[in-house]
């Protein structure tokens, strides 16, 4: 079994930045890549970030790409999220995947984290 736990959302302006981390505990040889989607209500999940465990492949979506940056330490999965909008406010959850193969489609990833709420004020 593998559990997934994130931290670091909260509350910042326009401009600012936040770290959400995400620790994977339970069974580390099914935790290959791992991602951050995030969801506002009445919209679905949506693709953020991903690394994969092995050989540290990652991809990132066109609308952060140039202001988040993930980073990856076994199975701790980081993303530092700089000049944050107000339109990055969202649940953002952390998933991982028994495959090294980087997905952007979340039905493709096994485990979820509760979700970190992030709000970001104008």
């Known amino acids: 079994q593998v559990q997934l736990a994130e931290t670091g959302g909260g509350l910042v302006q326009a401009g600012g930045s936040l770290r959400l981390s995400c620790a994977a505990s339970?069974?580390?040889?099914?935790?290959?890549?791992m991602a951050w989607f995030r969801q506002v209500p009445g919209k679905e999940r949506e693709f953020v970030a991903a690394?994969?465990?092995?050989?540290?492949i990652t991809a990132y979506a066109e609308a952060v790409k140039d202001r988040v940056t993930l980073s990856r330490d076994k199975n701790t999965l980081v993303l530092q999220m700089n000049d944050l909008k107000p339109e990055d406010t969202a649940v953002y959850y952390c998933?991982?995947?028994?495959?090294?193969?980087?997905?952007?489609?979340?039905?493709?990833?096994?485990?979820w984290g509760q979700g970190t709420q992030v709000t970001v004020s104008s």
């Open positions: 998933a991982s995947r028994p495959s090294n193969t980087v997905e952007r489609d979340a039905s493709m990833y096994e485990v």
């Open positions: 339970g069974r580390a040889f099914s935790i290959l890549a």
């Open positions: 690394m994969s465990r092995f050989a540290g």
